[in-house]
């Protein structure tokens, strides 16, 4: 079934305010387009999460979009804390979002304890820290300290997540939402696979029969998959390996403009509501700082081997 | 015996610390900025086969650049292996195969706990923090905790607005009560003014050298509880030829490292 | 550090009498020069487990080297039972092996767990068969049911396992034993993994550079490998893809060979103990059955696309 | 109007029986032989978009030979995916993704447990059996198994010797105290002679319809349990012209599915 589509028609469709929305990237493969567009749509009330969240999570909480969020890390990387999350807990602008805070181990785990339909999973972290005293929106339910029912130790376990909707960015995919990725991973696997329905934005469209070409890149399988956006260039500010680097002149821009609200709103006017698709942000981006900057953050060429799976 | 030239500066002291506390074969969990350039002191000096890891998946990075995140597009191409954060937190880091973990914190305490959340209180911050990513689990994991960070009395307080990270939590035998790992915990605490290792049986952390042109008196002084100091302690031995060679001729060519002076490394 | 030796030398150096061995594969990528040299060698009173066993571990069993068997299933496929596995249950030939029964899903569950740092995993199989009923050398900590912290429920809950050594066969691997394969992984990464060292057989040894081309298909890294063997033909009379076939006919005369006592040892007594190693034994088998049928079971070419991590 | 040649074997009519209870877009589980058959037949008539799993770690394979096994070689090349069983076993099935599984086994009980582990006792086997594999999990978990098995009063007993894939246990009521899965268990068992479902009370396997050739009589006679019959219990459906054409002229044009006349399937 080919589900080739628009973003538009992939957020329209199937992201509903209140919606519980796993989003990927580690600034590798950020499915950057996919933000915009849930900010671009006006989406209210979600519920956000990923490991080690950086400047897309920032904007959505600045946009208004975020009621929750499960956390274990936000900031702008080398332009320091994100400035929308702060203005949002320190003085409750736009609004105070519920935050409920786990680490870069458990988070990932509890997101691959949803993709395997454990209730739950037993992780070494949090202990002995006041990590373990705050209670977000989850309350009792954040984690249970338990005495192993093998040795009677202490052991702490953790829920499993299971988003509503996970949205990952791809180096390629066929039409049917067979997702192939290469490089670094973050918790996108498992992110994607626990979620209800996967929305695949990708770099290229590939056939069916480049898929099977190499089968062992696939991370999430087409049956998952509700929507397949082809969309280069769609993790800028990020990178995606192969494709881009990461723009280290626009995340500097995206700080000194988050630095106030007025700035904030201006970024968003400029990048996100007056661009009304990806094509029309590079268009804009290319207008602005030139093709000559657009081009510098391409990828060099430099490929590996191919194998064979033949016998 | 060794050289030591005398135009380091004062980050490039904190990276040799952290770099000679490194043993050869060790599995080191990196971050950015400080803990590369330790990790790569170490491996071009006394620890060749000294290995690193990026908690976002990424193991034994060859980068052509240095790093600004963990998850730089520069660790991709080269490296031995490349996963995701259950690869490197849960199977090498819970696995319990990582011998070094590097962490930073806005506060630290006399047992080597970190904050890296809040200031203020939690619900009602004065500033808000970036929260624990990958740095409580390393502190509960690792064998060695290397812990970075400024040496003043609010960086270095009596007692934490909150508590992201465990070093010793509140003293013997509270990392054994909650079943944590055995023989994990910080072992060091480097500053700008000191080297700090923490006490067997009490677990809190005193001080082990000083930086030539501090005195134990100023340390004493900008810390935030009454720190002992060793019996044997002494001048902290400043970079030698080799690791200053190995930081400005191979990792930091263009010495980014002087932007940690900016920060107050001096 | 390079860690290239002999089988010889890596079974004997790494592996001890009572030893719990993890041995990966699933027909595709079966270390089966390692088992042969376990044979040879006359190793004692080991635990062996893998998920859905085969003739290899049967051979263990016909050949005396094992004392117990974490299992799942084992047969000879398409051949049928698995004959000396049956006449050590059925009949005490050599000696009975203890059996402690999981399934297809809990015991990589458990590899899993044991390879992540878990004390257990939930899983969702096993409730309501006998399987519950039998325990073996686990005995009350082959499980445990309990209610869940959460919310009450019924939940099964498995031990995480760590063998002693983990025995794999891949497509290739570098001096150090960064371990790379594509293709059918059964519980292989999570097996290897779990283990507390790693023998690591390969088709070809490759450098670090290559290994770097590509490095999401590593599934083990280096700093948990003993020893790297570069073994070409190993998997046989499995396949490696890329490599070479099955090998039906030759799976024929194990179930012919295997069916009698005298015609099993007749087996081993040509196939290993004739034989001192696995260049010696692709001579044995070119002599017996002549280079074409050799030819025969070498894969087609048929390669894939080559993929930049660049930036 | 369906055409119905009448050349076709028993176990081309089992096969078509099973691929019958394939829905399009159905996510399927399969092993080697008829599961196969059946969901291929499925996916060239009527459900041309279910998908196929071998629990080895494979999606959506597209082999050029039969598989003889779930970790045939001919499984690699061309496939949708391949990972793993934590893949497919853990994320697929348990993870709640898997509707139909196929099963087979030594003896099924009228609950539709099956026996692949042991005849006669546990600790003094008359004969082993290779055990669970897939199979207790897929039964399990799977939204709808699909059970392969002859009909004699010897596979279908009252008594199991041994229950190593759950069907509805002891009978209504059980799965659901055992917290497994809401809506799963097995839906149909395919004989040789004919075709059984399950009560939706009282859980127990029914004659839904005799092949051609058979009567509820003999049926009754080959079960070990006093069997129940449908008010409306009907010849099973031959294979239809385009079952047997995909059947022997895609999928097994060598016809190896011959083999399980040999094997008893008449």
Known sequence: MNKVTTMQKAVAENIHDGNFVYIGGYICRTPFSAVHELIRQGKKDLTITRSNAADDFDMLIGAGVVKRFISTFISLGVYGLARCYRRSLEKGIPHIIEVEEYTNLSLPMMLMAGAMGMPFIPVKDLLGTDLMKIKGFLGESKYKLIDSPFDGKPVLIVPALNPDVGIIHVQQADENGNAQIWGIGGDCKYGANASKKVIVSCERIVSREMIGKDPSRTIVPDFKVVAVVEEPFASHPGYTPGFYDQDFGFGYLYKEASSTEEGFHAFLKEWVHDVPDRAAYIQHFIDRFGYAAYKKLQAKFDYGYPVSYEY | ?266
Chains 1, 3 share one sequence.
């Open chain 2, 1 to 266: 015996m060794n050289e030591h030239p005398n135009d380091y500066i004062k980050p490039e002291l904190m990276a040799c610390c952290g770099a000679r506390e490194i043993m050869d074969g060790d599995v080191v969990v990196v971050g950015t900025g400080f803990p590369t350039m330790s990790a790569n002191i170490a491996k071009h000096t006394h620890a060749p086969r000294a290995v690193l890891l990026q908690e976002s998946g990424v193991y034994d990075a060859r980068p052509r650049r240095p790093a600004l995140s963990v998850g730089d597009a520069c660790l991709n191409p080269g490296a031995a292996m490349i996963g995701g954060l259950v690869d490197v937190m849960g199977m090498f880091l819970q696995g319990g195969w990582v011998d070094v973990g590097f962490l930073s914190g806005s506060q630290v305490d006399r047992f080597g706990n970190i904050n890296t959340t809040c200031i203020g209180s939690y619900d009602q911050p004065k500033s808000r923090l970036p929260g624990s990513g990958g740095a409580n689990p390393i502190g509960a994991l690792a064998k060695r905790g290397l812990i970075i960070v400024q040496h003043d009395p609010r960086r270095l307080p009596a007692r934490l607005d909150f508590i992201t990270t465990p070093g010793y939590i509140d003293g013997p035998g509270a990392r054994e009560k909650l079943n944590m790992p055995p023989e994990t915990g910080p072992s060091i605490i480097v500053t700008n003014k000191a080297v700090l290792r923490f006490d067997p049986d009490t677990k809190e952390a005193f001080v082990a050298s000083y930086h030539p042109g501090h005195t134990i008196d100023e340390i004493r002084r900008s810390t935030g509880w009454n720190i002992q100091v060793a019996d044997d302690v002494h001048e902290t031995e400043p970079p030698r030829v080799e690791e200053l060679s190995a930081l400005r001729n191979i990792l930091d060519p263009h010495r980014m490292i002087k932007i940690y002076e900016g920060k107050g490394y001096v």
